[in-house]
């Protein structure tokens, strides 16, 4: 699904045009993103939850050359589904875990 397909299932649940649609679409993503930025976690019951991990600096190797490469410490974006999205994924795993 791309962020198109998303703006027209939006559009497509009221009577909302496709430019309103779009800014619905882009408010969610970047009320997600400037939490994201400024430290905050963000949790949606049902869905998951989004967060900041730290990576530590580490020693790289280039693959072409085989050189051995500093790479720095940075912030990436992670994401965690909930076990109820989890369950909707994988149907049949969910049915095992309760007999």
Same mark, same amino acid.
């Given at each position: 699904?791309?962020?198109?397909?998303?703006?027209?299932?939006?559009?497509?649940?009221?009577?909302?045009?496709?430019?309103?649609?779009?800014?619905? @679409? *882009?408010?969610?993503?970047?009320? =997600?993103?400037?939490?994201?930025? %400024?430290?905050?976690?963000?949790?949606?019951?049902?869905? /998951?939850?989004?967060?900041?991990?730290?990576?530590?600096?580490?020693?790289?190797?280039?693959?072409?050359?085989?050189?051995? @490469? *500093?790479?720095?410490?940075?912030? =990436?974006?992670?994401?965690?589904? %909930?076990?109820?999205?989890?369950?909707?994924?994988?149907? /049949?795993?969910?049915?095992?875990?309760?007999?």
């Amino acid at each position: 699904m791309t962020k198109a397909d998303l703006v027209e299932k939006v559009t497509a649940l009221g009577d909302l045009t496709r430019r309103d649609g779009e800014v619905i @679409v *882009e408010t969610i993503f970047s009320s =997600v993103i400037g939490a994201l930025q %400024s430290g905050d976690k963000i949790e949606i019951r049902g869905f /998951g939850s989004f967060r900041i991990r730290q990576r530590n600096p580490r020693i790289g190797r280039n693959p072409k050359t085989g050189e051995r @490469v *500093e790479v720095p410490a940075k912030k =990436v974006p992670y994401f965690k589904p %909930s076990k109820e999205l989890r369950d909707l994924v994988n149907p /049949g795993e969910a049915a095992k875990a309760v007999s």
